[in-house]
């Protein structure tokens, strides 16, 4: 078994709702990964996100071994990383 993780990183990723194809919602929102511990969540604010990706980690937080389940401690540090559209880099 590979080092046990005490860092969980979460990808967020910020869509338009104006995209082609079934991104197309109509409204703005951000949408949340965390592979190990297979976390996807949603928000259409980015503290409506925040409290979703919070409920998330302390749902698949509460097994009894993390270790076991997910090879990452149970108590985790949190890494984000944020893709924002090119237009907002400027």
Do not use: W
Not at 22 to 30: K, L, N, R, T
Not at 33 to 52: H, M, Q
Not at 67 to 79: C, D, E, Q, Y
């Amino acid at each position: 078994m590979s080092r046990v993780k005490d860092t969980l990183d979460i990808e967020i990723k910020y869509f338009t709702g104006q995209e082609e194809g079934d991104d197309d919602v109509g409204y703005p929102y951000y949408v949340a990964t965390c592979s190990p511990i297979g976390l996807v969540t949603y928000g259409e604010t980015f503290e409506e996100l925040l409290s979703n990706i919070q409920e998330g980690l302390a749902a698949a937080m509460e097994v009894e071994d993390t270790i076991a389940v997910f090879n990452v401690s149970p108590h985790p540090r949190t890494k984000f990383y944020v893709e924002m559209p090119s237009r907002y880099a400027n």
